[in-house]
């Protein structure tokens, strides 16, 4: 029998439990992160965004996206108010 055919592997109580706490820890770490985010002001999030993309563009893997539109940005901040040209 090869490595790609051999029969799955029985799964213990005790590991599926231990990876239930895992799933848990990180429910709890995004809704602790998603909190944070939403009591920051959005000043505060434009600070922390240009930080993020300053300390990452330089990664191997990072490029700009080719479907971005900015426009619809600005269109949808205008229709909010929120954006006066």
Sequence with gaps: MSLDQSPPQQVTERE???MRKIGRWKQESHALSLARHRA???TERLVTSAAWTKANATLPTWRLRADDL???FYERAKELGLYRP
């Design 40 to 42: 920051q002001s959005g």
């Design 70 to 72: 900015p426009e619809r």
């Design 16 to 18: 599926r439990e231990h």
